[in-house]
């Protein structure tokens, strides 16, 4: 009997993608309409996404099987919503960041930047968090996590002198500064990025060194979580939010874009990053600021040897090469060249030069970070460079590229990018269905409740379920909901469906939460009671952040005051009763 059980449950992932469709058969047969064919195919697509029972990428697929079966659009039609601009941002800003970390940039932007801060106490915690923070808005919050946490605890070993000179090397052994071996044991994270397998037994420390090791593990890995907020390119919900407002809301001026989001976000993350590093700094170092920020002489001798790590580690990068010198200019361009496109405070070069008959700029972000993408694929890695070819004997060999197709092909997370696609043709036949319509309907009593209730309703309701469920999956599924509410309260969308896409970042209190998460706590410092008691209390004040920012600075910047006119459905009919802080717009 125990094993038939163990068999069953060696099954359980076919019996449930099996079981399950047919379960829920009743809905589409007794309820024959277009809404409830939607409804069943979304129900399906989530259950599948929370379990994870059928790879994200295959569940993304559903809508190319059920919707042209069930006669809500046609397979052509719905095809067009799996490669959108919102897409094309992804992967052009994903090979940007591939050629950053391909060629070493990001860590020495890390060293650099400790070598000037230092190595006090509380300044080496904000060092390491601000450092992450910032690579974090440009590449994957993994990519810094791994790079970042062998530094931080090289640096560590020789504070708390339990080794000799560690000549760079940290405690888990799959991480160290160079590039890893092949040979070492390794364990795929969901988005395909290495985590190391746990370490051996530490040797004993003082009470006093484990925290601060703690503390200093967590920083790097919440601020990676932080920095993505950043940028609209920083973390894959944000990108989710923008192509669902794009597919939900195809009137509006494209109001999320780069500049829009930055102005919005990176205030956002500078006040957020502070608190959690004050938070972590009470936490894990205790009140005597004193001693944290190292005044006095006590401790110079481990100081200046933890110094002598970050200098060992930067002179080993040796002069910038001329890839490093030519990445660092393409990826100043590309910020340059998002910021100005069409800013909306003043005229940007897509305005001025390349505008269609309203004025509006015909390039989007897409294209910028796709003509960036290319000019990698051009640029030689060397000048001149030119070698012996091994294989041509006597013939000389061109220097490869700074990007090239198998570099492109081996890290780009294709799963998420069809992952996307799923979410915008749910999000489209939803609207096409008149599931959206009718989800609106039942959904318009809420008027009665005030927008920041609601607001801070929707952040508790995802920082909560981004936990356990992946991020992606949690805005892919809440944001078109959250767009119908919007339209049957009479809210701004952006009001509900950004505090949505920030909070889904708020995964701070156990190690599957995200990977950044499950990379530190593979370096077996920590326990889950020492994260969940750190993440908890950051969850809270991560709300209560993004709550300040959508009642102040987001109002000014998305004009979050007026119900505008591109969001208005036909059964929109705003009560001029009703207590919230939005008026319709002509």
């Given amino acids: 009997m125990a ?14 993608v099996f079981l399950l469709p047919i379960f829920l058969l009743p809905l589409p047969i007794l309820v024959p309409t277009k809404e409830a064919y939607c409804g069943y195919t979304l129900i399906l697509m989530a259950v599948f996404w929370c ?7 295959i569940t993304a697929f559903f809508p190319l099987l059920f919707f042209p079966l069930m006669g809500i659009m046609e397979a052509s039609e719905i095809g067009l919503e799996y490669l959108k601009d919102t897409n094309v941002l992804t992967i052009g800003g994903l090979m940007m960041a591939m050629a950053v970390e391909h060629w070493n940039l990001h860590k020495r932007i890390a060293l650099r930047t400790l070598l000037v801060i230092g190595t006090r106490p509380a300044l080496l915690i904000l060092g390491f968090m601000v450092v992450t923070a910032f690579l974090s808005m440009w590449i994957s919050n993994t990519a810094t996590t791994a790079m970042m946490l062998p530094i931080a605890h090289a640096v560590l070993e020789q504070l708390h002198n339990t080794q000799g000179d560690t000549q760079g090397e940290c405690d888990n052994p799959t991480f160290e500064l160079q590039e890893p071996s092949s040979q070492k044991e390794e364990t795929k994270l969901e988005n395909g990025h290495v985590a190391p397998a746990h370490s051996e037994p530490r040797a004993k420390r003082t009470a006093e060194q484990l925290r601060f090791t703690q503390g200093m593990t967590l920083c790097v890995a919440y601020s990676a979580s932080i920095g993505g907020i950043a940028t609209l390119t920083g973390t894959t919900p944000n990108l989710v939010l923008q192509g669902q407002m794009n597919s939900i809301f195809p009137q509006n001026p494209n109001i999320v874009n780069f500049a829009s989001w930055f102005g919005v976000a990176f205030p956002t993350t500078v006040i957020f990053l502070l608190l959690c590093w004050l938070w972590l700094q009470i936490l894990f170092l205790g009140f005597n600021f004193k001693k944290n920020f190292g005044i006095g002489n006590q401790g110079e001798e481990r100081k200046k040897a933890a110094l002598q790590v970050i200098q060992s580690q930067h002179r080993l990068l040796g002069p910038m090469s001329f890839a490093e010198k030519a990445v660092a200019v393409l990826f100043i361009l590309l910020v340059i060249l998002w910021f100005t496109r069409e800013p909306g405070f003043f005229r940007g070069w897509g305005n001025l030069a ?5 004025g509006e700029s015909l390039p989007s972000d897409g294209t910028v970070a796709i003509f960036i993408g290319i000019i990698l694929f051009i640029v030689p890695s060397k000048i001149p460079g030119l070698t012996q070819d091994p294989e041509n004997p006597g013939k000389l060999k061109a220097p490869p590229a700074l990007l090239t197709w198998k570099l492109v092909n081996e890290k780009m997370p294709w799963n998420i990018i069809l992952l996307l696609g799923g979410g915008f043709a749910l999000a489209k036949g939803s609207e096409r269905s008149g599931l959206s319509e009718w989800v609106g309907d039942k959904l318009s009593p809420l008027h009665h409740v005030p927008p920041p209730a609601t607001a801070l309703i929707v952040c508790l309701l995802t920082a909560t379920l981004t936990e356990c469920i992946s991020n992606v999956a949690t805005t892919t599924l809440f944001l078109p909901i959250l767009a119908s509410m919007a ?8 009001y509900v469906m950004l505090p949505c896409a920030l909070s889904s970042s708020l995964a701070f209190m156990l190690p599957v939460a995200t990977p950044p998460n499950a990379i530190a706590f593979s370096f077996g410092d920590l326990r889950v009671t020492d994260m969940a008691r750190a993440g908890f209390l950051l969850n809270i004040i991560g709300v209560l952040v993004i709550i300040l920012a959508m009642n102040s600075w987001g109002i000014s910047i998305f004009s979050l005051h007026t119900f505008p006119s591109w969001a208005q459905s036909n059964i929109t009919q705003c009560l001029p009763s009703q207590p919230n802080l939005t008026t319709p717009s002509p």
């Fill in 487 to 494: 339209q049957a309260t009479c809210i701004h969308p952006l």
């Fill in 354 to 358: 390349f505008a269609n008959s309203e």
């Fill in 51 to 57: 379990t994870e029972a059928l790879p994200l990428a």
């Fill in 3 to 16: 094993s038939c059980w163990q068999g069953l449950w060696a099954y359980r992932s076919y019996l449930f």
